[in-house]
């Protein structure tokens, strides 16, 4: 009997999957154009915008004001809306594709309170809503939708635009005042402080003797490795087999929205911290030293202990792996899986060049984190320096180098007692423990203070000039990518596909062929603009600058050099995204140590909805972010050309010249963020 | 030299404690259908192209308190099953949606999603399959 009905219930489940094959395709849900281009209701003199929200964007069909309906035709419907302040809207919403939500910064309530969804198949009514603040405001979709989810905005312009317009010209003004104040030709200072002024924080009263007893303390390096190494741990397990979406995920909500955003922080205030916690390269080290924490039989490498070869002991190899994750950013913010392979291979390969190569080699010249944090550093105002040179030079052990029963030899194949940059400084803190006349300390300075000696060495260090112009260019060009209106860039970033994978799904990740033609668009774009534009017009303005400044020196040594001065421009433009990203995506982190692999977990007993904080206020932030750097930027480049020129009116020249630029890209930035 | 090596093992025992911590979930992920046997079927909601529903297919006894637990992993769908009058309307990814029934009639149901959520949406579907003693 129930051999009988189990061959029943196998052919109607049979007749079921093939009855599934011969269905039309999705067509059921679709509005029809007429229905919703015809509003049946009157709403006076509000403007009536016909909205569509799709994967991943949002964009106008049509406007009505009054009987006038202005429909837009098909591919050029305009996805940032213009209104003049007072207007009253009401926005006519459908979905083409999947549930979406709706949300304006500053404009509509709280997603947590009331959460507008836009499901396929029906027309929402949002409005009449009164614009009565000008300013750049956003709609950003509250319903997760997809892998591209968080970046799913639109732009509403309410004009007049004062914000914008303020802040542009906030940017030229800052750039007067801060040459203004380079005229009276300032020595060695940084908007108005002194470059030599450091502080000892080891020799502070109260925390310092603190600091120095847990840095000199043997466990510390472990004691802070072992969190990352657990975390990271999770992060590979969830990008592996947690929830397929991105936001929902540990592995892209902890390493891209927390990890990245802290980095950033980091690297303005604490250098290259976060090399000090990461556990990317950690196992080899361990394995290489036989010891987690100790110090074991120096100079003896449990390993093969190959010599690196010299044309690597350069920064290209890591820009050139940042700039390829750069090209895949779309997928490896969004695609947990994508994540988890990443970190296993950094991992994978961090260790083995350990123990093939030792010491630091992966780090130094490989990791692509390690190559920015690396670079940006040099504008923190932190930094591991020796007290006194002198004392170093005349000290013949150098324990610092090759280490002692206390601590190991640099593992960064530094001299810690005479460096004076941060590029290669993991701040592993062994030099303070191995140093026996207590001569290493960590010293807190203004930004920017070794640029200048750095730039002017800087021959032909073309692989950290390049650095800089990856940086700085695609700093701006993510803000305008990701939380900008332009759906078609995500798209082919994207190879348009929208689907989210973990290890298990990851073969929904096969694009199609447009979409792959579409990526190569992407990628000729973002390289091109970093690699070859603005790198270009970089060269331009140092080749005016040595006219104008009529330098001896020729502008390729101009050019190099001048590259330094946008350092802190860079660190600040960074610090601005992650501040915005912050800001808006604050739950995804929190809500993901309770729940890392998006499988409805609660560990840690709390659970927080999307709502991001004060968003309407982000263009504003993260524009004086911007013209900071941008000031710290000139004053940078006028010190960097005051030590190579050694000369005031020069350098003066030359760095006023070089501050146009900085100007314009600061407008540009403004423009992004506010106009 | 005594405690150096005392704090060795100790770190060698917490970076070995890791894999235990990576493990735990792994484990879970095989450990779901095992709970499934219970009383409680839980039911996790991908998009079809990731999956669809999985479980698709339910085996109930007849007579016998059933509960489901339908959760969306990625995007919003929906749940309902037409011959047993059940509809949960949307559930938003994260949200849990639970409902009790008692199937007093042998037979298969079809469930399907509710809420147009991908190309394949028309096929994401399973069955319950009520069976007799
Ligand atoms: S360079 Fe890279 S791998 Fe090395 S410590 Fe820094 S982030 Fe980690
Ligand atoms: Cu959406
Ligand atoms: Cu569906």
Redesign the interface.
Known sequence: MSEI?RML?FV??LM?GFG?FL?P??SA?VVSEKDWLNDPHDHGDAKIVYLKAYQFGFSIKAIQEGSQLEVFPEGSEPSILKVDKGDRVVFRIISE???HGFYIDGYSPSPVDQKI?I???KIVEVGPITFDRSGKFKIRCS????PLHPFMVGDIRVNPNFGYYSYAAGSLLAGILTLAYLRRGPVNRMLGISLEKEVDLLRVRGIGPILKRILQW??FH?AVI?PG??IF??V???GF?????GN?NFSIAVVWILWFALVEFMILFAGRSWCTVCPLPALGE?IARR????VHRIRKWFTFGLKWPGSLNNMWLGSLLFLTMSLIIPWLVTRPVVSGLLFVILISVGTILYITHPPRNFCRSICPAGAYIGHDSNASIYSVRSRDKGICDLHKAKECIRGSPEGYGCPWRLYPGGHDENTYCGQCYECLKSCPLDNMTVKIRMIGKDLAHMAVKAKNRFDEAWMSFIRFTLGIFYILVFFGPYAWIKDWGNMGV????NL??IG?LVPGIEGVVNWFRWAIMVAGVSLVVYPAIFYAFSWISKKVAKAEEDTKRIFLAFSYGLIPYIVFIWVAFAVAILLVFWVYPITAFS??????WNLLGF?FKWDPIHPQSLPYVLSSLAILGMALSINSTYNIAREMFKDHSRAYRATSVMALLHVVSAIVFVWVVAG | MRRGIFWEIVALILTIGVIGVVAFPLLDNYLVPEKNERDTVFIRAYVKEAGGFQPDVIRVKKGEKVKIVVESMDVTHGFAVKGLGIDLGMIEPGEKKVIEFVADKEGVYVFRCTVMCSPMHNFMKGTIVVIGE
Not at chain 1, 143 to 146: I, P, Q
Not at chain 1, 241 to 245: A, D, E, L, Q, R
Not at chain 1, 595 to 600: E, F, Q, R, V, Y
């Open positions: 009905r219930i109607i489940l079921m599934s269905l395709s999705v849900h594709d999947v549930t969804v499901q396929p198949g319903v997760t939708c997809g043997r466990g472990f072992w190494l657990l741990a999770v590979i397990v969830a087999v947690g929830n397929p979406v929902k361990w010891r987690l924490y100790g929208n689907f989210g994978a298990a799904s929904l729940d890392p692999l998006g499988w409805g659970k």
